[in-house]
C-alpha cells in the first residue's frame, strides 16, 4: 500500500464539474424481458440499482469523456487553452493504441499533455491524487480529470450477474490549486492501494499480451467481463472502512467530521454495508445507484456533479470519497469542499 496526506498551503481544489449521461436507458423491466432468471424485485433487493444508461452504437467513451469535460471546464469559467493536463481514468477506453486521452484532448481542441490511468473502478480517486501532485510540484494552470465508462460494451448481455450492474457515463472535475491554508479548500489526505493477488476477481481474459484475440476467445465470450459477486461484496465493504478510516487518520479527523460519504456507486448494499460499519448515517451518503447502475471510473465524478448542481454540498463540507474495484485497487479521499480562492 502506499499512501500520503496534501498538506501545505498548494491543495488540488475542484474548481469546475460537469457530467455526461447517455439517453438511452436500460431498464429492469428489459433485462426481466430477456428471461435470464431476473426480475425487477429481484434485482433491487440485491442491488438497488432499477436503471442504467446505455449508450447508441454511435456513442463511445471518449465522446462521453469530452462532453463532461467541457461541462466541468464551462462550470470552472475557463476556456480549454487554459488547461495544462488532461487525465482520463477509464477501465474501457477507446481502443488499445492509443489512449483514450488522445481522443479526448483532440475533441476539446488541446495539446496539453494528456493520459490514462487504469484503476477500474478507483480511477478517479487516483487521478484526483495524481492531480493533487502536479498541483504540490507547481502546476499553477488547472487540470482536467474525468472518469468516463461504456461498460454495456463488455458485458455479457445475457449475463444475470453483470449485465444488471454496470452502466455507462462519464464525470469531470476542474482541479486547481488552493491558496487557502490550512481551512481552505481542497484534498486533504488520501489511502491507496492495490491487491494484485485478487486480479481474478473482476476481469476480461482476453485481447491483451496475456490471451490475444483470436476466433477462439471470442466464441468462449473471453472478451466478455467475468466477475465474483460474492467475494467481491465481502473484500468491498472491508476495504472501504479500512482505506476510508486511514484518509481519515491522515487528515486528522474521523467520520463524526464527515459532511458527505460519496463512495464509488458499486451495489447499493455495499454502501450501506460500509456506512453502517463507519458509523455514517444514510442521510450523509450521496447514493444515485438506482438510476444509473455502477460505471466504475466514472461513478464517484458523476455523483459529486450531481450533488454539487443540486447545492447540496456547501464550502467548508468534508467529502470523504473512497473507490474500489478490478485489479483489486481501492482510493479515499477526504477533500474539504470549495472553489479556489479567486474562482466564481
Not at 442521510?283 to 455523483?303: H, K, L, Q, Y
Request: contains cysteine.
Amino acid at each position: 500500500m502506499t499512501a500520503g496526506e496534501g498538506s501545505g498551503p498548494r491543495r488540488a481544489a475542484v474548481a469546475g464539474w460537469g457530467l455526461a449521461m447517455p439517453e438511452g436507458r436500460l431498464t429492469n423491466a428489459d433485462l426481466e424481458a430477456r428471461d435470464i432468471g431476473t426480475s425487477d424485485q429481484w434485482i433491487l433487493e440485491r442491488t438497488g440499482i432499477s436503471e442504467r444508461r446505455m449508450c447508441a452504437p454511435d456513442e463511445t467513451t471518449a465522446g462521453l469523456a469530452i462532453a463532461a469535460g467541457n461541462a466541468a471546464i464551462k462550470s470552472a469559467g475557463i476556456t480549454p487553452g487554459d488547461l495544462s493536463m488532461v487525465i482520463v481514468a477509464t477501465c474501457t477506453p477507446e481502443q488499445p493504441i492509443p489512449e483514450t486521452s488522445s481522443f479526448v484532448a483532440e475533441g476539446l481542441g488541446v495539446r496539453c499533455g494528456a493520459f490514462d490511468v487504469g484503476a477500474a473502478c478507483a480511477g478517479f480517486s487516483y487521478g484526483l491524487v495524481v492531480a493533487a501532485g502536479l498541483v504540490a510540484a507547481g502546476t499553477d494552470a488547472p487540470i482536467l480529470l474525468i472518469g468516463a465508462e461504456n461498460l454495456t460494451r463488455v458485458v455479457d448481455p445475457l449475463e444475470r450477474g453483470t449485465v444488471i450492474l454496470f452502466g455507462d457515463g462519464a464525470g469531470a472535475a476542474v482541479i486547481a490549486p488552493s491558496m487557502g491554508g490550512a481551512g481552505g479548500p481542497g484534498l486533504l489526505a488520501w489511502d491507496m492501494g492495490a491487491d494484485g493477488s485478487a486480479a481474478h476477481l473482476i476481469e476480461i481474459t482476453a485481447g491483451g499480451s496475456r490471451q490475444p484475440t483470436t476466433a477462439e476467445t471470442v466464441a468462449a465470450g473471453d472478451h466478455w467481463m467475468k466477475m465474483d459477486g460474492p467475494e467481491v461484496f465481502r473484500r468491498a465493504v472491508r476495504v472501504v472502512v479500512e482505506s476510508s478510516n486511514a484518509a481519515l487518520a491522515r487528515a486528522g479527523l474521523t467520520a463524526d467530521d464527515v459532511d458527505w460519504f460519496l463512495p464509488h456507486q458499486a451495489n447499493a448494499r455495499i454502501v450501506t454495508a460500509a456506512a453502517s460499519r463507519l458509523k455514517i448515517p444514510a442521510e450523509r451518503c450521496i447514493v444515485n445507484i438506482g438510476r444509473f447502475g455502477n460505471t466504475s471510473a466514472a461513478s464517484i465524478p458523476i455523483a459529486l456533479a450531481e450533488a454539487a448542481d443540486e447545492g447540496r454540498l456547501a464550502a467548508g463540507d468534508i467529502v470523504l470519497s473512497c473507490g474500489f474495484g478490478a485489479g483489486m485497487t481501492w482510493s479515499s479521499a477526504v477533500l474539504r469542499w470549495g472553489r479556489p480562492a479567486g474562482w466564481a
